[in-house]
């Protein structure tokens, strides 16, 4: 029984695959954004003649930033040790594509699209401590996830190469929308009353405008967090895109 409705809810999409025909599929990597290490793979599906759906995923494996200088002039705090600043992320990003010439998923096209990101973050925060007379500087380690939610706007053209090789190029794409996530540290010992306030004291000083942070020293020594709240912008283009087509 189970089978049987398995078959029956299957069938539209099989039905469907039969009028659209062969080459209705598309599979693709971004080459240029191996550059950066960073992996994007998307599924393209045609749905008629100049419209089809599109569905991306990226992952970026933990590190350093790409471009850390631009990342240290957003934030602009001298109390976050950026040297051992880390991030990854990963993203889905649907789309649906409206081609402007000959369609079948060729020629110029404008996308409207939506992303989902999330961005694993370990941010070192410097804070002092005094031994024995002896002034020490710290790194408070948090670490936690950002996620974003955005809708953009894109526009690109896709040819064949070959028979079932494509290149899709995108030219030029943006998208905004918000973004939030919570960053904790947890203390190795318990913090001194010193050390509470000289990290609240540099939390306080950071200023990565115009994303708002709030922060929280636990009185007990044990920790502490950061939250993030704000707008999300990025933009999405000059990327190469090499496709097999079935």
Partial sequence: MKRVLFLLLCFPLFANAQLLGL?????????????????????ERKISKRVSLVLGYRT?????????????????SSDI????FEIGNTAWTPEVRFYLGKGNMRGFY???????????????????????????????????????????????????????????????GGHYGSSKGDLNFA?????????QSALKQNLDKIDAK?????????ADGSGAK???D???????????????HF
């Fill in 210 to 218: 115009p994303f708002k942070f709030t922060n929280t020293v636990y």
């Fill in 23 to 43: 080459g209705s599929n598309i599979v693709k990597v971004n080459l240029s954004s191996l550059a950066l290490k960073n992996y994007s793979f998307s599924f």
């Fill in 81 to 84: 040790n950026f040297s051992r």
């Fill in 60 to 76: 970026e494996p933990k590190g350093s930033p790409p471009f850390q200088s631009q990342f240290e002039n957003i934030i602009n």
């Fill in 110 to 172: 404008v996308a409207p699209y939506m992303r989902f990101a999330s961005f694993d973050v370990t941010s070192p925060v410097r804070y002092s401590t005094t031994v024995s007379g002896t002034l020490y500087t710290k790194d408070a380690d948090f670490s936690g996830k950002i996620t974003s939610t955005n809708g953009g706007l894109m526009i690109g053209t896709q040819h064949r190469l070959f028979k079932v090789l494509v290149i899709d190029i995108w030219i030029i």
């Fill in 230 to 244: 704000g707008p999300w912008a990025g933009i999405r283009g000059a990327g190469i895109n090499i496709g097999f």
């Fill in 226 to 228: 950061i939250t993030s």
């Fill in 187 to 195: 203390a190795t010992t318990p913090l001194t009353p010193q050390e």
